[in-house]
Protein backbone atom coordinates (compact mmCIF):
# COMPACT_ATOMS: atom_id res chain seq x y z
CA UNK A 1 0.00 0.00 0.00
CA UNK A 2 2.95 1.80 0.64
CA UNK A 3 3.82 2.32 -3.05
CA UNK A 4 0.26 3.06 -4.02
CA UNK A 5 0.63 6.08 -1.64
CA UNK A 6 3.62 7.14 -3.58
CA UNK A 7 2.23 6.85 -6.93
CA UNK A 8 -0.80 8.51 -6.38
CA UNK A 9 1.02 11.78 -4.79
CA UNK A 10 3.25 11.87 -8.48
CA UNK A 11 -0.43 11.97 -10.22
CA UNK A 12 -1.87 14.53 -8.09
CA UNK A 13 1.61 16.85 -8.66
CA UNK A 14 1.25 16.16 -12.64
CA UNK A 15 -1.85 17.97 -12.83
CA UNK A 16 -4.69 15.16 -12.44
CA UNK A 17 -7.30 14.48 -10.04
CA UNK A 18 -8.35 10.99 -8.49
CA UNK A 19 -11.69 10.41 -7.11
CA UNK A 20 -12.93 7.39 -5.50
CA UNK A 21 -15.92 5.74 -6.83
CA UNK A 22 -17.98 2.01 -6.40
CA UNK A 23 -16.18 1.12 -9.54
CA UNK A 24 -12.86 2.17 -8.27
CA UNK A 25 -10.88 5.35 -8.57
CA UNK A 26 -11.45 7.68 -11.88
CA UNK A 27 -9.02 9.92 -13.22
CA UNK A 28 -9.48 13.21 -14.40
CA UNK A 29 -7.37 16.26 -16.15
CA UNK A 30 -7.66 19.46 -13.70
CA UNK A 31 -8.28 22.63 -15.58
CA UNK A 32 -5.19 25.09 -15.41
CA UNK A 33 -5.43 28.42 -13.60
CA UNK A 34 -6.54 31.19 -15.83
CA UNK A 35 -3.83 33.80 -16.59
CA UNK A 36 -3.03 36.47 -14.71
CA UNK A 37 -1.80 39.63 -16.39
CA UNK A 38 -0.25 42.42 -14.40
CA UNK A 39 -0.52 46.20 -14.82
CA UNK A 40 2.39 48.13 -14.77
CA UNK A 41 2.46 50.41 -11.77
CA UNK A 42 1.74 54.06 -12.98
CA UNK A 43 4.66 56.39 -13.31
CA UNK A 44 5.21 58.40 -10.51
CA UNK A 45 7.25 61.86 -11.43
CA UNK A 46 10.36 62.37 -10.33
CA UNK A 47 9.86 64.47 -6.91
CA UNK A 48 10.94 68.12 -8.16
CA UNK A 49 10.64 67.16 -11.85
CA UNK A 50 6.53 69.13 -12.36
CA UNK A 51 6.85 72.70 -10.37
CA UNK A 52 3.93 75.10 -10.26
CA UNK A 53 5.14 78.63 -9.14
CA UNK A 54 3.48 81.69 -8.99
CA UNK A 55 4.09 85.60 -10.15
CA UNK A 56 2.96 88.37 -8.15
CA UNK A 57 4.69 91.78 -9.12
CA UNK A 58 3.01 92.91 -5.52
CA UNK A 59 5.80 93.88 -3.30
CA UNK A 60 3.97 93.28 0.01
CA UNK A 61 3.43 89.67 -1.15
CA UNK A 62 6.11 88.45 -3.29
CA UNK A 63 9.98 87.88 -2.99
CA UNK A 64 13.11 87.88 -5.36
CA UNK A 65 16.10 87.51 -3.42
CA UNK A 66 15.47 84.43 -0.76
CA UNK A 67 16.99 81.00 -2.24
CA UNK A 68 15.28 79.09 0.58
CA UNK A 69 12.24 80.21 -0.18
CA UNK A 70 10.16 78.73 -3.09
CA UNK A 71 6.74 79.22 -1.48
CA UNK A 72 6.63 82.92 -1.46
CA UNK A 73 4.91 84.34 -5.33
CA UNK A 74 7.92 85.77 -6.98
CA UNK A 75 8.29 89.42 -8.14
CA UNK A 76 8.91 88.81 -11.81
CA UNK A 77 8.51 86.21 -15.11
CA UNK A 78 12.57 86.77 -15.14
CA UNK A 79 13.71 85.75 -11.87
CA UNK A 80 11.65 83.23 -11.56
CA UNK A 81 12.56 81.46 -14.73
CA UNK A 82 16.53 82.38 -13.73
CA UNK A 83 15.57 79.97 -10.28
CA UNK A 84 14.34 77.40 -12.21
CA UNK A 85 16.99 76.45 -14.44
CA UNK A 86 19.23 75.26 -11.29
CA UNK A 87 16.50 73.06 -10.42
CA UNK A 88 18.53 69.81 -11.81
CA UNK A 89 15.59 67.57 -11.49
CA UNK A 90 12.94 69.49 -13.28
CA UNK A 91 11.12 68.85 -16.60
CA UNK A 92 7.82 70.92 -16.81
CA UNK A 93 7.26 74.76 -15.20
CA UNK A 94 4.23 76.48 -15.10
CA UNK A 95 4.25 79.73 -14.07
CA UNK A 96 0.79 81.45 -12.94
CA UNK A 97 1.13 85.23 -13.35
CA UNK A 98 -1.39 87.25 -10.81
CA UNK A 99 -3.30 90.08 -12.29
CA UNK A 100 -1.65 93.05 -13.00
CA UNK A 101 0.92 94.49 -15.50
CA UNK A 102 4.51 93.35 -15.44
CA UNK A 103 7.09 95.28 -17.17
CA UNK A 104 9.59 93.20 -18.44
CA UNK A 105 11.31 91.40 -21.41
CA UNK A 106 11.51 87.89 -20.58
CA UNK A 107 14.10 85.18 -21.57
CA UNK A 108 12.83 81.73 -21.80
CA UNK A 109 16.10 80.78 -23.87
CA UNK A 110 17.85 80.31 -21.26
CA UNK A 111 20.62 77.51 -21.80
CA UNK A 112 19.35 74.99 -19.04
CA UNK A 113 16.11 75.24 -19.71
CA UNK A 114 16.64 74.13 -23.29
CA UNK A 115 15.46 70.49 -22.81
CA UNK A 116 12.48 71.96 -20.01
CA UNK A 117 8.61 72.38 -21.08
CA UNK A 118 7.61 76.10 -19.70
CA UNK A 119 4.52 77.14 -19.31
CA UNK A 120 3.73 80.73 -18.69
CA UNK A 121 -0.39 81.35 -17.86
CA UNK A 122 -1.83 84.84 -16.32
CA UNK A 123 -5.62 85.38 -15.11
CA UNK A 124 -7.12 86.61 -18.50
CA UNK A 125 -5.78 88.91 -21.20
CA UNK A 126 -8.15 91.36 -19.68
CA UNK A 127 -6.09 91.57 -16.08
CA UNK A 128 -2.54 89.91 -16.97
CA UNK A 129 -0.26 92.48 -19.17
CA UNK A 130 3.12 91.81 -19.82
CA UNK A 131 4.49 95.09 -21.20
CA UNK A 132 7.97 95.19 -22.89
CA UNK A 133 8.62 98.89 -22.38
CA UNK A 134 10.37 98.29 -19.27
CA UNK A 135 11.06 102.18 -18.02
CA UNK A 136 8.12 103.88 -19.13
CA UNK A 137 9.93 105.81 -21.88
CA UNK A 138 7.01 104.32 -24.77
CA UNK A 139 9.45 102.98 -26.19
CA UNK A 140 9.89 98.47 -26.25
CA UNK A 141 13.24 97.59 -24.98
CA UNK A 142 12.88 94.82 -26.39
CA UNK A 143 11.01 91.56 -27.41
CA UNK A 144 8.43 90.94 -24.52
CA UNK A 145 9.00 87.05 -24.53
CA UNK A 146 11.99 85.19 -26.78
CA UNK A 147 11.20 81.77 -27.03
CA UNK A 148 13.40 78.50 -27.74
CA UNK A 149 12.03 76.07 -25.43
CA UNK A 150 8.34 73.96 -25.70
CA UNK A 151 5.26 74.96 -23.95
CA UNK A 152 3.39 77.70 -24.48
CA UNK A 153 1.66 81.38 -23.37
CA UNK A 154 -2.17 81.50 -22.07
CA UNK A 155 -4.38 84.16 -20.76
CA UNK A 156 -2.60 87.55 -20.99
CA UNK A 157 -1.75 90.40 -23.25
CA UNK A 158 1.69 90.93 -24.63
CA UNK A 159 2.14 94.40 -25.46
CA UNK A 160 4.75 97.67 -26.13
CA UNK A 161 7.73 95.42 -27.49
CA UNK A 162 9.90 96.61 -29.91
CA UNK A 163 13.44 95.14 -31.32
CA UNK A 164 15.36 96.95 -34.72
CA UNK A 165 16.15 92.85 -35.39
CA UNK A 166 13.72 90.52 -34.40
CA UNK A 167 10.23 90.68 -33.62
CA UNK A 168 8.73 93.06 -31.21
CA UNK A 169 6.05 90.91 -29.28
CA UNK A 170 7.15 87.38 -29.26
CA UNK A 171 9.68 85.80 -30.42
CA UNK A 172 10.45 82.44 -30.93
CA UNK A 173 13.46 80.86 -32.10
CA UNK A 174 14.45 77.28 -33.19
CA UNK A 175 17.54 75.53 -34.78
CA UNK A 176 18.06 72.26 -36.64
CA UNK A 177 18.23 70.24 -33.32
CA UNK A 178 15.76 71.85 -31.37
CA UNK A 179 12.38 72.91 -33.18
CA UNK A 180 10.56 74.04 -29.99
CA UNK A 181 6.87 73.25 -29.76
CA UNK A 182 4.60 75.95 -28.77
CA UNK A 183 1.09 76.76 -27.92
CA UNK A 184 -0.38 80.48 -27.63
CA UNK A 185 -3.77 80.82 -26.28
CA UNK A 186 -6.32 83.92 -25.12
CA UNK A 187 -4.14 86.07 -25.54
CA UNK A 188 -4.09 89.81 -26.99
CA UNK A 189 -1.24 91.06 -28.77
CA UNK A 190 -1.26 94.52 -29.58
CA UNK A 191 1.09 97.79 -30.02
CA UNK A 192 4.55 95.31 -30.81
CA UNK A 193 7.34 97.01 -33.20
CA UNK A 194 9.92 95.67 -35.00
CA UNK A 195 11.99 97.62 -38.03
CA UNK A 196 12.26 93.96 -39.22
CA UNK A 197 10.04 90.96 -39.63
CA UNK A 198 7.45 90.05 -37.62
CA UNK A 199 5.71 92.61 -35.76
CA UNK A 200 3.56 90.74 -33.09
CA UNK A 201 5.25 87.26 -33.35
CA UNK A 202 8.34 86.01 -35.49
CA UNK A 203 8.88 82.07 -35.90
CA UNK A 204 12.21 80.64 -37.01
CA UNK A 205 11.99 76.70 -36.94
CA UNK A 206 9.48 75.46 -34.90
CA UNK A 207 5.94 73.91 -34.29
CA UNK A 208 3.54 76.87 -33.21
CA UNK A 209 -0.35 76.72 -32.65
CA UNK A 210 -2.18 80.25 -32.02
CA UNK A 211 -5.62 79.71 -30.79
CA UNK A 212 -8.13 82.56 -29.31
CA UNK A 213 -5.59 85.00 -30.15
CA UNK A 214 -6.59 88.28 -31.18
CA UNK A 215 -3.10 90.26 -33.09
CA UNK A 216 -3.99 94.43 -33.21
CA UNK A 217 -1.88 97.18 -34.22
CA UNK A 218 1.19 95.60 -34.65
CA UNK A 219 3.86 96.93 -36.92
CA UNK A 220 6.99 95.76 -38.99
CA UNK A 221 9.72 97.76 -40.94
CA UNK A 222 9.81 95.02 -43.54
CA UNK A 223 7.35 91.90 -43.79
CA UNK A 224 4.44 90.18 -41.08
CA UNK A 225 3.35 93.38 -39.34
CA UNK A 226 1.40 90.95 -37.40
CA UNK A 227 3.32 87.60 -37.72
CA UNK A 228 6.05 86.45 -39.80
CA UNK A 229 7.30 82.90 -40.34
CA UNK A 230 10.84 81.67 -41.62
CA UNK A 231 11.97 78.52 -42.75
CA UNK A 232 15.03 77.17 -44.76
CA UNK A 233 12.97 74.27 -45.78
CA UNK A 234 8.76 73.72 -45.29
CA UNK A 235 9.22 70.86 -42.49
CA UNK A 236 10.87 72.78 -40.44
CA UNK A 237 8.52 75.62 -39.34
CA UNK A 238 5.28 74.38 -39.07
CA UNK A 239 2.30 77.49 -38.24
CA UNK A 240 -1.37 76.80 -37.39
CA UNK A 241 -4.55 79.29 -36.79
CA UNK A 242 -7.39 78.80 -34.95
CA UNK A 243 -10.27 80.65 -33.94
CA UNK A 244 -8.04 84.03 -33.93
CA UNK A 245 -8.49 87.72 -35.76
CA UNK A 246 -6.20 90.03 -37.30
CA UNK A 247 -6.88 93.91 -36.86
CA UNK A 248 -4.93 97.36 -38.53
CA UNK A 249 -1.38 95.52 -38.40
CA UNK A 250 0.86 97.22 -40.88
CA UNK A 251 4.36 96.54 -42.47
CA UNK A 252 6.16 97.97 -45.12
CA UNK A 253 5.36 95.79 -47.93
CA UNK A 254 2.57 94.43 -46.85
CA UNK A 255 0.07 94.90 -43.86
CA UNK A 256 -1.16 91.63 -41.73
Not at 92 to 121: A, C, F, M, R
Not at 145 to 164: C, D, E, P, R, V
Request: charged share 15%; proline share 5%; aromatic share 6%.
Amino acid sequence: MRWKYVALVGILFSGLSLTFMSSGWAISQQQAPPQVTLSPPPQIPAPGSILTWHVNGDDNVCKDNDPSDYQSPYCTIQQALNRAQWKDALVTLTLHLSPGTYHENVDVTLSKLQDKTIWIEGAGAGQTIVDGDTDNDNVGDGPVFKFTTSGGLKKMTIQNGYHAQYPGGIWISGTSNNKPTVLLQDLIIQDNKTDSLGGGLGVVLGTVTLNRVTLRNNEAGSLGGAINSTSNSPNNTNLTITNSSLHNNKASLKSD
